[in-house]
T-cell receptor, first 111, second 113 residues
Framework: RKEVEQDPGPFNVPEGATVAFNCTYS??????FFWYRQDCRKEPKLLMS???SGNEDGRFTAQLNRASQYISLLIRDSKLSDSATYLC????????????FGSGTRLSIRP | GAGVSQSPRYKVAKRGQDVALRCDPI?????LFWYQQALGQGPEFLTY????????KSGLPSDRFFAERPEGSVSTLKIQRTQQEDSAVYLC???????????FGPGTRLLVL
């Protein structure tokens, strides 16, 4: 079993829809969680950090469920420009090598 | 301000050739990371520097891979005797310290023929 798992998708949704996807992790000692966005043939860019209390940034909401060991990303009122691959990142700073990226979930927004 | 830069952006190497990939982190960033990203996969950790010290190299896939950051700024990832399975995008990222957001460079796309 991979340490960080994501549904690869693709999620194909109409513009304006709400879409959500999860990322599960296996290491209960994980400390920090992030969502990155990666456009085709581009580098990953931080979308948002994920805090224990959950956090929202505009149309994006991230949540952490430590008991069930997953993080989620919700996108409301999706735009065409949201089409990208969304990577979850789970880290444990007891060892730098415990920076684990998921394989990404591909999201495609159609007009 | 300038972000993380990497060079070359593209590299085609013949199998067995040595290659060197360069990363210029954001000025003042203490931490520097190298990742390997295969097509359709997320980045996989290779190695981590804090200033000039290589604190973790557990992700380097073989002893053909070597990284250095002698003055605590620019870093070079060297791959000796390249193999076809080394073909991937090599990403460099830096952060102010190891526990903060990582800023990625555009990557070097390596193709080994």
């Amino acid at each position: 079993r991979k340490e960080v798992e994501q549904d690869p998708g693709p999620f194909n949704v109409p513009e304006g829809a709400t879409v959500a996807f999860n990322c599960t992790y296996s290491n209960s000692a994980s400390q920090s969680f992030f969502w990155y966005r990666q456009d085709c043939r581009k580098e990953p860019k931080l979308l948002m950090s994920v805090y224990s209390s959950g956090n929202e940034d505009g149309r994006f909401t991230a949540q952490l469920n430590r008991a069930s060991q997953y993080i989620s990303l919700l996108i409301r009122d999706s735009k065409l420009s949201d089409s990208a691959t969304y990577l979850c990142v789970v880290t444990s700073y007891s060892s730098a090598s415990k920076i684990i990226f998921g394989s990404g979930t591909r999201l495609s927004i159609r007009p | 301000g300038a972000g993380v830069s990497q060079s070359p952006r593209y590299k085609v190497a013949k199998r067995g050739q040595d290659v060197a990939l360069r990363c210029d982190p954001i000025s003042g960033h203490v931490s520097l990371f190298w990742y390997q990203q295969a097509l359709g996969q997320g980045p996989e950790f290779l190695t981590y520097f804090q200033n000039e010290a290589q604190l973790d190299k557990s992700g380097l896939p073989s002893d053909r891979f070597f990284a250095e950051r002698p003055e605590g700024s620019v870093s070079t990832l060297k791959i000796q005797r390249t193999q076809q399975e080394d073909s991937a995008v090599y990403l460099c990222a830096s952060s102010p310290s190891g526990e903060e957001t990582q800023y990625f460079g555009p990557g070097t796309r390596l193709l080994v023929l």
